[in-house]
């Protein structure tokens, strides 16, 4: 097993050194040209020609927007493409104005956008912003995609995720736009707002279904007894309008998985990009790292329950260490999916078997494959020299969080910053919210180009200095060699516009 892994990594390592899997052979990914291009983000507006100059792992030229009217609440976004690890820049950004419209709840996007460009459908909205007068539910939408080991479903998931969202937002926008009323429980029928339905008094009753009066229900016309139903005493959970929207990104999310399957099976992304929040110098983490020890318990549950899935060369179980032959029969040290803390128990034969998360920080794997558990792609991604798959150990569920805009008044100094790996391998949250807040104190607050002069400052921080022992940042630290992408988004536009 260990020269599985050993040949695993050399492998993985070779297939990255030489470009990745953005083109070629049978691989079903390889049609990925034909459909869905490489490209950088539309919204910086660069020509061919640009697009190869910016793949210079060497110079690594930070590419920031040309125009900050491109993007809406004057978003400032900087990227640079990786030290050498892939030929593509393998991360995706995507920010548009959206507007969905009520559709037949079958309706689907199709599953290629929209030939009109981005900053055509915006152009028709100041400052790409959306008029509250248009018909339909407007919605502000920012998103980074982290490729590994490819580009392939960043480059799908830039493209499709937001019309998967606007796809399941449209099926129930008039719930939505009704923020008077919670939304109910069954799609078409009125709440039930009754006081009998809590047990008191019974007062007007909801009317009857055709179904229920030819049944001849109680109550109903011609049944045999016309007093009214007697009282249901139950509760009803208030759901609202907040967690309609969250399962909305929820599904989208789970189709968008659907697409990648159907589509582009040997692709890899890590969708969740890391985010906190800047107000009044406080730091508001606004996700969570996915890795094999965040989410071991979910893992090795999945290994309990479904052992097949592990093909009997793995096993669910976490020691500290790999078990070896002569420690059968001893006491030693090991955790399950019940358990935080650790406990011993008698080593057995089984216990030999590799172990489901293996390693510890930056160097922990699921099957000693891969080191993420959520995201999209690697649908046909399998341990090395074996038929064992990857995919069922791996989650598309987003973490949603939500953050109340109006609850608070943002100054102009108060920002979201999203980031890929690259930016949040080399610097902690500490550090970048110390990086932006000293550059924005000394911008002009009215300069709408400080958010984007920001971003390209804190890419420039991750990335570092070409020296002789590679690429460094403060204190002579290692710099980034990933590819990075940042957004920094002012808050206080979130009830004005700029």
């Known amino acids: 097993m260990l020269t599985r892994v050993k040949s695993a990594v050399a492998g993985f390592m070779g297939g990255i050194m030489a470009g990745g899997s953005s083109s070629g052979g049978d691989n079903p990914g390889s049609e990925l040209p034909l459909k869905f291009p490489y490209m950088r983000p539309e919204f910086l507006g660069l020509s061919p020609d640009e697009i190869e100059c910016s793949a210079d792992h060497i110079a690594r030229p930070i590419l920031i927007l040309k125009e900050t009217r491109r993007l809406p609440?004057?978003?400032?976004?900087?990227?640079?493409?990786?030290?050498?690890?892939?030929?593509?820049?393998?991360?995706?950004?995507?920010?548009?104005?959206?507007?969905?419209?009520?559709?037949p709840i079958s309706y689907c996007p199709p599953s290629t956008p929209s030939k009109t460009s981005t900053n055509k459908r915006r152009s028709s909205l100041p400052n790409g912003e959306g008029p509250g007068t248009l018909e339909g539910?407007?919605?502000?939408?920012?998103?980074?995609?982290?490729?590994?080991?490819?580009s392939g479903a960043a480059v799908v998931a830039s493209r499709l995720l937001q019309h998967h969202i606007v796809c399941q937002l449209q099926a129930v926008i008039e719930v939505l736009r009704n923020l008077a009323s919670l939304p109910p429980t069954v799609l078409g029928e009125e709440p039930d707002n009754h006081p009998y339905l809590q047990g008191n008094t019974p007062g007007p009753h909801r009317a009857l279904t055709r179904a229920a009066s030819l049944r001849g229900a109680a109550g109903a016309p011609g049944s045999p007894c016309s007093t009214p139903p007697p009282p249901r005493f139950f509760t009803e959970k208030k759901i609202q309008h907040e967690s309609l929207v969250i399962g909305a990104i929820e599904n989208a999310f789970k189709e968008m998985v659907r697409e990648t399957d159907d589509t582009f099976l040997s692709f890899e992304c890590n969708c969740l990009c890391t985010a906190i929040i800047i107000r009044n110098g406080e730091?508001?983490?606004?996700?969570?790292?996915?890795?094999p020890e965040s989410e071991r318990q979910r893992l090795q549950f999945l290994g309990f329950m479904q052992p097949h899935l592990l093909g009997n060369e793995f096993t669910h179980l976490e020691f500290p260490r790999r078990v070896q032959r002569k420690e059968v029969g001893k006491r030693m040290l090991y955790r399950d999916f019940t358990m935080n803390g650790w406990a011993y128990k008698t080593i057995e034969d089984e216990d030999l078997k590799f172990p489901l998360i293996y390693g510890e920080g930056k160097k922990?794997?699921?099957?000693a494959t891969i080191g993420v558990t959520r995201g999209l792609g690697d649908h046909d991604l399998k341990v090395h020299d074996s038929n064992i798959y990857i995919k069922p150990f791996l989650s598309c569920c987003p973490e949603v969080r939500v953050y109340n805009l109006v609850q608070y008044e943002h100054g102009a100094d108060d920002v979201l910053v999203m980031g890929?790996?690259?930016?949040?391998?080399?610097?902690s949250n500490q550090e970048v919210a110390e990086a932006v807040t000293t550059f924005l104190a000394n911008c002009d607050p009215d300069d709408l180009h400080r958010y984007t002069m920001a971003a390209q400052d804190l890419v420039m921080r991750a990335r570092g200095v070409l020296r002789d022992r590679g690429w460094r940042i403060t204190n002579e630290r290692l710099g980034s060699g990933d590819d990075i992408s940042v957004f920094i988004i002012p808050l206080m536009y979130g009830n004005r516009q700029p």
């Open 137 to 150: 539910l407007i919605f502000h939408y920012w998103a980074l995609f982290d490729g590994h080991a490819g």
């Open 283 to 291: 730091i508001i983490p606004m996700s969570t790292e996915f890795t």
């Open 73 to 103: 609440w004057a978003t400032g976004y900087a990227e640079v493409i990786n030290a050498g690890k892939s030929a593509l820049n393998e991360d995706q950004a995507c920010c548009e104005v959206v507007v969905a419209r009520k559709r």
């Open 364 to 367: 922990a794997r699921v099957l």
């Open 420 to 427: 890929t790996d690259g930016l949040w391998d080399v610097l």
